[in-house]
């Protein structure tokens, strides 16, 4: 949504030969808010602790920080 607001939010699965169709399902979503809100950018810096990375090297752990302080989430 592009500004404050509400509507509908409609899932659905068609079946096939080797799963049956899923209900449909329906929720209403609403955005409250002020319109007027001031963006910024934002820099998010990941620091990989190496110069060169190779697909071979294994595992990696990403460092990352953000220029206005914005928590960061890492999902695996």
């Not at 049956?20 to 329906?26: D, N, V, Y």
């Amino acid at each position: 949504m592009l500004k404050k607001g509400t509507t509908t939010i409609t899932a659905s699965q068609a079946g096939n030969s080797a799963f049956f169709e899923a209900p449909r399902i329906s929720r209403l979503l609403t955005v409250n808010g002020n319109n007027n809100v001031n963006k910024r950018d934002q820099t998010i810096t990941f620091d990989l602790g190496v110069a060169k990375l190779n697909f071979t090297d294994g595992e990696l752990t990403l460092e990352a920080t953000v220029s206005f302080g914005l928590p960061i989430k890492y999902f695996p």
